[in-house]
């Protein structure tokens, strides 16, 4: 990456650069950090069997932040002249009072060595016509997998991001990010009953990502296929029972019930249950977490953080020990503890703080077959439409697809349930860990703070004894 | 830079002309500008301030019934006019759609000074004076005892300026203030957490709640959680507060927007001038109430905003719709257009004349829902399943808090079911409604 590129998207050279650290800092802030970023969204919409619409969306700004003792001062502007970057500059140094006249070290450009999310087609560099073929490609697979088949829609995402970071501490980096999303949503509709499926794929990915395992035919078949099975599923069983989490999508569990609450924001303040339990034990042995930014073409990858830290994959949890956290720069400040390369913002517009990126849980010993075989009586989550959860560690997440569970085999599908529970207790009830690990789908969204970042999940197999299932009597 | 209005007028006139003489049968230029003031105190520290200004301009354009639309945080000259021309090449190159068209032009009846969404003051008011209003509220709630750690208290301002220009000869502009505060508390007991929100946002600084109203709030939605117990899975009578009535009314109005009609993506399609409500259900759209949340002139494609009944005596008598999905329906558009979708005005529950605790004292054995957490909702079948907090309620009094429950129903049902309304309506967001008795719903648990 040619940091010079970046200085000619922004118009701005490296001593315009230096000078609005310097003016961020003039109050007396103890740090200060310039974040420029253009970003180009474009999006296609086909329904009905046509393209319903198209377009273009160009994010183009810069914020400015500045740090005095634990607090911070922050402002944005879509205007990047040298005038009106001062004046943000001027605005967010305003949170100090003191004039203590710290000076900026000079700026030198943090090299990254190999880009995670190299490829050989990308996407935002492609032919409109051919998107729309893509598009088309998708639809038909999924409107012509059955009759009952009454509405599709297809949105198709892909967008470049450019960022350029520089603090007062002498980091000036950029990183070129691509980002690729796909969805179907199928309606199916038999004797007056309707309902949907989804499905969709992408990440930071190029053209031929789609050529293999997730072909335009296969994402339209899919959504299709869960829309008509939908149909004749059942009512969910209310009350508690053990529950077996599908590998890949319930991966939301995990990014529910220890993600969050391993953020570190959550943990200086004291108010995450896990506060103080870091080296204690607070799920099964068979637990162990991971948060990876440093999975190739995964959609939380990153090669530099928000905040311009290269990221580590961080071990969470370890034979259910407590044992890290995810760091962002303040949190990593204030607890005295090394940065992991969590902080993530959705754009200029936002302070970045402490986020997950691709979460999951390892892999066990046991089969899916053996563990599936172990429950008489159950309920079996495969697909999901999101979870939350709160600091006191009660999460719930909202399952779309299920299976009833008898006498150790799937039996009747089931919609819309939703599981809850508290998270140390539903982790120290997970009974058995597969060996299948699988991620999700590659599309999903994570809001935290009103700011919402790509995100993956993965996990394998998993088995709880006992937990609240949400459905009618 | 802030630009003046004049000058933003201009602009957009300029490009919806430029689109014109570039060939576009149809061109809107719509433009945001925006002034945000944020702080976040936590433990009687600003954690974070925010100020800033930015823009955001929109352009749909159509050819030969095709469109397509581009919008940009650049406002430098050049790249606008390039993206018009990308944007114009862009439709051209897309499939025609026959129901695609701004909407005929309307003129502008209502005085702006009549719905009164700005306030001035938010010129007047210092930083100083915000973080203190901030800082106070966290104060008084952190007196509590019980009070065990906070999740801090945001304040934020936002003044907002709107431009809507289209070839159809529409012109308008509006400006409108948001005030808002919020605050997370919690609060423990023998290593139990619970944690409790409460927030308030209003067009006027005036009309906030004063500082110890919304921390007692705060205070009191939070402790009343200590304790909380299990209960076993039932079928039993629900009471919704307030604000989780227009979590519901959320819920129904994605299977009223003409947009999921089209779709078939509710469960209310081909229903229009079917009873589906008990009589006593009416909810309505206005855009044209005094100084609400969801109250603006015109929508965001020049639609004058107006007052709709979705559901009349629990007669289904309007599907909300902007243009385009009112001329796929062979309706009228109901000035819903938002962003490009359909979105609500200020829709509303209308009240009944029971206060909240006579409605309380009606069940014998039930729950009132104070909060839910999660996203289960499918407006396709009409399916909820919700995470939920709340108190559970025996022989008409509140006995006990209950966690870790879910509810399950179906809105269609729930819309039958429906039967006590209360008289405390809220409007907090665009959604309001007041507390109201559901006959029966699943409660999950134990």
Known sequence: MNISKFFERFGLCKSDIEKILDFALSKGGEFSELFLEHRICKSIIMEEGIIKESSENIIYGAGVRVFSGDSIGYGYTNDLSMESLKKVALTSASISKNSSGLKIKQLSPLKISKSLYSVSNPFHKEKILNKFEFVKRVYNSAKNYDSRIKNVRIYLEDEIQYVLIANSEGLIVSDERPLVKIICISVAEKNGRRDYGYFGGGGRVGIEYFKDKYTPEKIGEQASQEAILLLDAREPPAGEMPVILAPGHSGVMIHEAVGHLLEADFNRKKTSIFWDKMGQKVASSQVTVYDDPTIPNFRGSLNVDDEGTIPKKTLLIENGILKGLLQDRLSSKIMKMPLTGHGRRQNYKFIPIPRMTNTYVEKGEYSPEEIIKSVKKGFYALKYQGGQVEDSGKFTFSVSLGYLIEDGKLTAPVKQATLIGTNIDILNKIEMVGCDVEFGMQTGTCGKNGQSVPVTDGCPTIKISRMTVGGRK | MKNSKENLITLAEYLVEFGRKKGADEIEVSILQENEFNVHIRMKEIESLVEAHSKKLQIRIIKDKKIAVSTSEDFSQEILENLISTTLERAKISNPDDFIGLPEKQELKVDLDSLNIYDSKILELSPEEKINFAVQIERIALMDKRISNSHGVTFGTKEIERILVNSKGFEGQYSETVFSISIGLQAEKKGEKVDGFWYCAKRHFGELDKPEEIAREAVRRTVRQLGARKVKTQNVPIILEPIITAELLSFLFTCVSGISIYRKSSFLVDKLGEK????????????????????????????????????????????????????????????????????????????????????????????????????????????????????????????YPVSEITISGNLGRILKDISIIGNDIDFRSHYAGPTIKIEEMTVGGI
């Not at chain 2, 015109?298 to 639609?303: H, I, L, R, Y």
């Not at chain 2, 007052?307 to 008598?317: F, P, Q, V």
């Not at chain 2, 309007?318 to 329906?329: E, T, V």
């Open chain 2, 276 to 399: 589906i409500a008990n009589d006593s259900i009416n909810v309505i759209d206005n855009g044209l109430m005094r100084g609400k949340l969801g109250t603006r002139p015109f929508d965001n494609e020049g639609m004058l905003t107006r007052k709709t009944y979705a559901i009349k005596r629990g007669i289904l008598e309007n599907y909300l719709c902007n243009s385009y999905s009112a001329r796929k329906l062979n309706l009228k558009s109901t000035g819903n257009c938002t962003g490009r979708g359909v979105g609500p005005n200020n829709f509303y529950l209308v009240p009944g004349k029971k206060s909240q605790e006579e409605i309380i004292k009606s069940v014998d054995k039930g729950l009132l829902v104070t909060r839910t957490i999660g996203h289960g909702f499918n407006p396709v079948t009409g399916d909820i399943s919700r995470g939920a907090f709340g108190l559970w309620i025996e022989k008409g009094e509140i006995a």
